[in-house]
């Protein structure tokens, strides 16, 4: 699982939705978690039962930094990449 390179163009609160199909796929995630590293910051949430996507919020600055996502498959072991991230700023 490889990173992102992105740069954060202005400081705030970022949504991150994390799937592994595109979004007109509704096929539940089989990952027991969800985890996202960026900006020094790492959080895990756990994936509900028929969810077909997992939401983080994390503030950032601004600034040159990766991204990394991971979906943890309910078998265990170190994950696989979450194939699709969509990336929103919120006010």
């Known amino acids: 699982n490889g990173f ?15 799937r592994d199909r595109p979004t007109h796929v509704q096929q539940a995630l089989t990952a027991s978690q969800a985890r996202l590293r960026i900006g020094g910051i790492e959080q895990t949430l756990p994936v509900k039962k028929g969810a077909t996507a997992v939401t983080f919020f994390i503030d ?11 979906l943890d498959e309910k078998r265990g072991g170190t994950g696989r990449g979450a194939y699709f991230v969509e990336v929103e700023r919120v006010e």
Not at 8 to 17: I, L
Not at 60 to 70: F, K, R, S, V, Y
Request: glycine letters at 8%; proline letters at 4%; aromatic letters at 16%.
């Open 4 to 18: 992102w390179a992105v740069n954060v163009v202005r400081t705030g609160k970022y949504r991150f939705t994390l």
């Open 60 to 70: 950032l600055n601004a600034g040159p930094t990766e991204l990394q996502a991971w």
